[in-house]
């Protein structure tokens, strides 16, 4: 079946249709939830709630622009809302950036190690390790392009916020890769 056809089976309510549907865009689509959730257990419950999103809204798809990126987006949505859902706070973290300090030590770290030496298993381990407000705006201003200005409108915050969220993601990603790196190294 081909994607046309795919969908039009889905608007029908044909299970097969669904499960082609389901199992057409899971691993790309999982990993876009990887990177918005702690762990792959939370990864897999926004997938999920998503993917009923996708089959609920998919008569509202309208053919323009490409289908995946369509279900990309909902995914992202979806995962900003599991954040706002679970009511942890944790999309304002600071209005301040990052101190000089840690913005001295980011600059000494050496890229070029960073990008030898890990896989991109470590890099997801690694990005899963900043904490909620980090991880959101890295993802969404890093992986998915948006502008400050959108992040800070989709996560009801400020430019300013949304720009040292992700100065300090930056800053935490190094180090949490140059801690990977360098139990690399001593083993």
Known sequence: MNEHEIIKGCLKNDRASQKALYEQHYSKMLG??????KDKE???DILHEAFLKVFTNLKNFNGTGSFEGWIRRIMVN???DHLRKNKQNYLIVSTVYANEKASAMAEEI????????IDKEEILKAVQELTPAYR???NLYVIEEY???QIAEMLEISEGTSKSNLSKAKFNL???L??????THDK
């Open 32 to 37: 876009v939830c990887l990177r918005y959730a």
């Open 42 to 44: 939370e990864a897999k």
């Open 78 to 80: 979806t995962s900003i």
């Open 110 to 117: 050496d890229e070029e190690d960073l990008l030898l030496n």
């Open 136 to 138: 959101t705006v890295f």
């Open 147 to 149: 502008t400050h200005k």
């Open 174 to 176: 190094k180090k949490n």
């Open 178 to 183: 140059m801690h990977l790196i360098k139990a």
